[in-house]
């Protein structure tokens, strides 16, 4: 065999060898969704509702921690476990693609569902995220993780009991990694605490602490089938306060981790994605706004079918524009959401416009209302006290002695 044909078998070997290493995107088959069990801290400011806001995710929240419990006691977060958490392990890996557990409190759930969790990453290719607080990874005078299946499964060793609160930045590694290609790092607002972990073997720290000593910030492996990520720091408040409230690119951050755990391709372009979350958000409020305006508007007899056939058009282009997204066809989906806005534009002049109209005949009958009556009124003064027609002319008379 000549060294050509040599040299072309050996790039067909290669190319045969990287495509069966590499792991499949993880999401559902029927809607091409990402669908995600969001463990812990799932109500008040956390990061869910910008998971719920993209079209590409799927979620399921359950509250599961007593650090951010407000009102609820164990008795109520252990009913929402049994209430919310799959039954059964083949329920479990058929329901989801990832699973986080934010500051989630390990005496919460029964060995058998830790054993499930390890599992479905291992054997059915489940993302498994860990994120910071008092009660994640070693824990702070709450049940560690260590030494636990999901432990097993996650890129980091939890030491037990181990965080600090001091305010520090991040420090980018891999600089070729996807994930840290995908935003300006430069721009992120400090971080306020976080627990204390040592990066596995095999594992990629893509973020850092710039202190001393060596802390990782943002860890991940591929563990069998499935894939293991850590977020050592809060990202809700009091730890994570300032990228959520201050960073611009913070739901782009969330979702560009849940795409890496899902093995799902992870943009490159963060200003057109940052710009294509801010008008999918702005949607609900445009919608609320005009049903608002039509609602405000129908008080007062007027007509607004036309206004809902409009606003049920730009329904039909906003789902159109979600349908894009989810199959990453983000520059039509931006151009979709452009127009979106347009017609928006449109249906508020329409309603402003309708208001007017049926403002005009209100004022119209005040003023008939209000000339008639003033008219009315000076009549009657002029007849009863000018003109004096109803009343006799008054005669001088004597008095008699």
């Keep these: 065999m000549s060294p050509v044909h ?29 669908r995600i069990l969001y463990i812990g801290d799932a109500w008040g400011p956390t990061p869910y509702f910008h998971m719920e806001a993209e079209p590409s995710f799927l979620g399921t929240p359950i509250p599961a921690t007593y650090a951010h419990i407000g009102t609820y006691g164990g008795r109520e977060l252990k009913q929402f476990m049994r209430i919310y958490m799959p039954r059964n392990f083949r329920e479990f890996v058929d329901s989801y ?5 934010s ?48 432990e097993d499964a996650l890129p980091v060793i939890c030491v037990d009991g181990k965080t600090f609160r001091k305010d520090f930045k991040v420090v980018v590694n891999y600089e070729d990694d996807p994930l840290i290609k995908s935003l300006p790092w430069n721009t992120m607002p400090f971080y306020h605490g976080m627990n204390v972990v040592t990066p596995k073997e095999g594992s990629r720290t893509l973020l850092s602490a710039d202190l001393t000593p060596y802390h990782p910030i943002v860890s991940y492996w591929e563990y069998g089938q499935g894939s293991g990520l850590a977020h050592m720091p809060d990202w809700t408040p009091a730890w994570g306060s300032s990228i959520m409230y201050y960073w611009d690119f ?8 849940n795409y890496l755990n899902a093995g799902v391709e992870i943009p490159q372009n963060p200003e057109m994605m940052h710009q294509l979350r ?79 109209r049926a403002l005009l005949w209100i004022y119209m009958v005040e003023w008939l209302t209000v000339s008639g009556t003033a008219i009315l009124c000076g009549v009657i003064l002029w007849t009863l006290m000018v003109r004096r027609r109803l009343y006799r002319e008054v005669r001088i008379t004597r008095a008699t002695t």
């Design 250 to 257: 913070y739901p782009d951050f969330i979702a560009n981790m």
């Design 103 to 150: 500051d989630t409190n390990r005496a919460l759930y029964r060995a058998d569902q830790l054993g499930w969790f390890k599992r479905g990453v291992s054997e059915n290719g489940i993302g498994i995220m860990m994120v910071g607080g008092i009660e994640a990874f070693g824990g702070d005078n709450h049940p560690t993780w260590g030494d636990s299946p999901v």
């Design 6 to 34: 040599n040299r072309h078998l050996v790039i067909l070997l290669l190319l045969l060898l990287a495509t069966a290493g590499a792991r499949d995107p993880k999401k559902d088959a029927e809607t091409g969704r990402i």
């Design 278 to 356: 801010n008008l999918l958000s702005a949607y609900s409020l445009n919608r609320a706004m005009a049903v608002s305006l039509m609602e405000f508007v129908e008080k007062f007899g007027a007509k607004i079918s036309v206004g809902e056939e409009h606003l049920n058009s730009i329904g039909l282009t906003y789902k159109d524009a979600q349908r894009l997204f989810i199959e990453q066809e983000y520059e039509e989906s931006l151009s979709v959401l452009y127009e979106v806005e347009e017609e928006f534009q449109l249906l508020s002049q329409e309603l402003v416009e309708l208001k007017s």
């Design 97 to 101: 693609d990832i699973l986080i557990l």
